[in-house]
């Protein structure tokens, strides 16, 4: 049977209805209630004079040292118009085993907000049909929202035989190119770049007389390694985008910056004086993080929306050097003199590079914490991954970390986000062998939801990646409409594994850091009953589900696979170890399971029994490399058997 999308959005609605009615009846008898409002004001947080979101958090902290029943905060419905990022310490944390919950009110939507709304809409030109308003100076934004949907950012596609590149950019000898010379304002363009695995920005420093010259240290950072810029493993589409001038397609925009004026190009139907338009103003909504020796405990998030960020750091001269999955180049790094020609497939000067990349920034940030919930909320019009959980430090406005410990992601809804849906882990020293035991990411669930429409423009996310963690369950959640992966397990490509990878010696890695002896923190991952399909629509190298690295306890169990535009069913990449795939369904992909080996990387040591498939090729073989494959079943003509059906019934989001 194959399930719609709108029978997992009904099955949603029932799990967010109901989860936050599961707090025992005791405690709810007992708990003590507050009530928030986007317009209250006063100390009193009664529902008949209801406080700030503000007010109400300063109101949790007198009544939680001791706690002796639940904290419960009710928000109205509306709009909580942040002016700066919440944020929740071991001080607004449950004490004494009792919980501190923030959830919408009976039959409420409250959205937590990091945009200003921009109104007062005139047309600018009738004849291209573009709109303007005045929306002030002093920001800048990636990202524009309009009635629930990002927009497009003002672009046109170049052809990459049009173009010539060098050390400082680009030089175009092509009359269809003339036009860039021209630009009122060419500083304020950049190059988006799509290639296999990555896609890259680099920022325009300024065009004339056929030269593109860009920032730095973006272009350097941009330009060598694997699938770069000048020499993807795949070309896909090269844009260059924010621009005025480039306004000729329904749904996109560009801000003035100088003059402080909006321009939008309306969709059909849409009318400017009543469109929502959403500019974002803040590059995260919520922290939840203390320090190893006092975390954040004890909070839940239900029946909540967060909306509307934006992450700058791309509009810098860092530029995004995208490596895989919101990991990054930062700073300013040594390479070849010729890196050009001489790093194009890597190099070791680049391998200096992978022990330092950084992370995404998510809108939404747990770190240090423990017992922290997420339950029915809806994660929406966000400028970059949506729920970053104990993510490297670098990723986190609190300046810690890692530690996230038992922290619960449960029938949520992850759409029309810039980046990806849920990040686990950090990809740094301290995430796979941490220098402190309290920095593990252990405990983690992430179950029953909807996740479609993701990665919107970092296009090389999924929908969820744990890198480095212990005991993490991913189940029971659909997963659709992304142009990468649905879900990617660990990270490191074997190099942290004890002993290292010989091809990583062969490259000079370990010129940069230690080879270990000991095995990394990813271990015990169970992804289990999850439904993806029509995944992989956009970038390659990629697959329904795919591993990186040792992680050993690992199982990828009763999944079903479809229609992912004919990729991988699993792929387990280099260094990927000690996985168990059983029990899982593949409909209408690739190679259904994929192993990235070599002579001198340690992929291997794989067990895949009892699978179902439409398509009999794999390319594991059973006994070689410490194989085991059994029991797979080829099925024609649709001819599932009862086992299979059943996988297919039972995966996605429970009680559907």
């Keep these: 049977m194959i399930r719609t999308s709108l029978m997992a959005a009904v099955a949603l609605a029932t799990v967010t209805a109901t989860a936050p009615a599961q707090a025992t009846p005791a405690l709810a008898a007992q708990a003590t209630v507050l009530h928030a409002s986007p317009g209250g004001h006063g100390t009193a947080c009664s529902s008949v004079h209801p406080c700030s979101i503000g007010q109400a958090k300063a109101k949790v902290r007198t009544l939680n040292s001791p706690m002796r029943s639940d904290v419960v905060v009710q928000l109205a419905g509306g709009a909580y118009r942040l002016s700066a990022p919440l944020t929740f310490t071991r001080a607004d944390s449950g004490t004494n085993g009792h919980t501190v919950t923030w959830k919408a009110a009976p039959g409420a939507h409250p959205v937590l907000s990091g ?42 596609e170049l052809n990459r035989a049009d173009l010539t590149g060098d050390a400082g950019g680009y030089t175009f000898t092509s009359g269809a190119l003339s036009y860039l010379n021209s630009l009122a304002d060419p500083g304020r363009t950049e190059i988006d770049a799509l290639g296999s695995f990555t896609n890259r920005y680099s920022p325009v420093a300024g065009i004339s007389h056929g030269v593109i010259t860009m920032e730095q240290p973006a272009w350097n950072n941009n330009t060598f390694g694997y699938d770069t810029i000048g020499n993807p493993f795949r070309k896909g589409p090269l844009y260059i985008e924010n621009a005025y001038e480039f306004l000729d397609t329904a749904g996109e925009w560009y801000l003035n910056t100088r003059t402080g004026t909006l321009y939008y190009k309306p969709l059909p139907g849409q009318k400017m004086s009543t469109a929502d338009v959403e500019m974002p103003r803040l590059e995260s909504l919520l922290s ?43 700073g300013d790094w040594e390479r070849p003199a010729d890196a050009l020609n001489s790093c194009q497939y890597g190099c070791r000067l680049f391998e200096a590079t992978r022990p330092n990349w950084h992370q995404m920034p998510a809108a939404v940030q747990v770190s240090a914490a423990s017992h922290i919930s997420f339950t029915g909320n809806r994660f929406t019009q966000l400028g970059q991954v949506a729920l970053g959980i104990g993510n490297d430090a670098n990723a986190h406005t609190t300046g810690v970390g890692l530690g996230a410990d038992t922290i619960s992601v449960t029938g949520n809804v992850f759409t029309q986000d810039a980046g990806g849906g ?19 990411n252990r405990n983690i669930t992430i179950s029953d939801n909807v996740m ?67 095995p990394t923190t990813l271990r015990n991952i169970e992804v289990t009953g999850n439904y993806l399909h029509d995944v992989m629509r956009t970038m390659d190298d990629g697959a329904c589900i795919y591993t990186l690295s040792a992680a050993p306890g690992t199982s ?53 029994t009892d699978n179902w498939t439409s398509n009999g090729s794999i390319s594991l073989s059973n006994g070689r490399r410490g194989n085991v494959v059994t029991g797979t079943v080829v099925v024609t003509d649709g001819n599932w058997p009862l086992g299979a059906k059943q996988v297919m019934e039972n995966a996605g989001v429970h009680g559907r």
């Design 422 to 440: 849920v990040v686990v882990g950090g990809v740094q020293a301290d995430a796979h062998h941490p220098g402190d035991p309290r920095m593990t």
């Design 452 to 518: 479609h429409d993701l990665a919107l423009d970092y296009r090389d996310m999924t929908a969820v990646l744990v890198t480095y963690a212990t005991d993490v369950t991913v189940s029971h959640n659909e997963i659709y409409d992304m142009p990468y992966t649905g879900i990617a397990i660990g990270y490191g490509w074997g190099t942290n594994d004890p002993g290292g990878s010989q091809d990583y010696v062969n490259r000079g890695l370990y010129d940069f850091q230690p080879v270990y002896t000991t």
């Design 288 to 330: 939840v993080g203390g320090t190893y020796q006092a975390p954040a405990t004890h909070i839940t998030f239900s029946g909540l929306q967060f909306s509307h960020t934006s992450w700058l750091l791309p509009s810098t001269g860092q530029g995004y050097a995208d490596q895989q999955t919101g990991a990054f180049i930062s």
């Design 115 to 156: 945009a200003r709304k921009a109104t007062g809409w005139t047309r600018q030109d009738r004849a291209k049909n573009i709109w303007k308003a005045k929306v002030g100076k002093g920001f800048d934004i990636r990202q524009l929202y309009v009635d629930g949907v990002q927009a497009t950012r003002a672009r046109t």
């Design 556 to 608: 990828i169990d009763r999944n079903y696979c479809a229609d992912n535009n004919g990729h991988y069913g699993i792929y387990h990449d280099e260094g990927s170890r000690d996985y168990t795939d059983s029990n899982n369904v593949f409909r209408n992909t690739g190679d259904w399971d994929h192993e990235n080996s070599n002579a001198t990387n340690n992929t291997g040591a794989l067990t895949v």
